[in-house]
């Protein structure tokens, strides 16, 4: 199996792609021999197209709870009891105040993430005054997750300094119907293509560990490949009381480690980006910098606690990678 990792390496380094067959055979390793090799091989891949430097994001959650969908791990969907904190839209002022303290600490991206499958239209014209304020203010790349929104609003976001939309597909096609019911996979893809179409790059991953097989996780990753996505946030589930989802069974750290792996086969140059539930990776994810991973959602997440900018900047200063420079 050692040869066969290596033999897709190098397929990848000249500038190939492996199929699909290829990576629903790599991710049957099972040995931690092929294991370490297949986590050295994508970090090779990360290290020729994309170097060491590593892209660090902070998101604010600014709109929490009652969201009408029924995302079947999702602590804020009005579906389900949880102890959520629930609040409206915050203020340009608490936004502004986040965004610059961030911006002290040294990271490249801020964004804003709404709860719900969309936004109101006047949440979404105090959202657009936000940003222009935010454009003046800080010298960060702007993203924003608003949930599905259509072709002119997301143009309107291009024109006030946002340059990434966040929208996940969460899983495989197939499986999605499993994890939610309310809005459908196609609306998910759409929204994305009219963000690309709005001139903005796009952010789409999922979450794994929700019941997925890993030929769903492969699934996901080619889909995202033929939306030519520029980065691909990987969650992992951290199951809240009162979801669906409350018992499912933790991945493995190995089982975490092979799927970042395989998603950088796929993705030699995308952002492979760690995102919630780096609680439940050893040492926050340390060792996913060495497996393909080459971003990361740092400080709070959205429902859970996330490393400490300053923390994430040590643990990278110690893996001799550095943080990517603005500009």
Known sequence: MKEFIKELEEKVLKGQSIT???ALKLSKVKKDEDINQLCCSANKIKEYFGGREVDLCTIMN???GRCSEDCKFCAQSSHYKTNVEVYGLVSKEQVLKL???NEKEGVNRFSLVTSGKTVTKEEFENILEIYEELNKEINLDLCASLGILEYEQLKKLKEKGVTMYHHNLETSREYYKKIC????YEERVETINNAKKAGMKVCSGGIIGVGETFEDRIKLAFELKKLKVNSI????LNPVKGTPLENEQPLTQNEILKTMAIF???HPKAF???GGGRNLIDNFGKNCFKAGVNATITGNYLTTSGNKICDDKKMLEDLNLEVRKNG
């Open 20 to 22: 699909f067959e290829e």
């Open 62 to 64: 600014g709109k929490s």
């Open 99 to 101: 965004a610059k303290e």
């Open 181 to 184: 019911t309310t809005h459908s």
């Open 233 to 236: 946030p990987i969650n992992i």
């Open 264 to 266: 950088r086969f796929i």
């Open 272 to 274: 492979i980006r760690l």
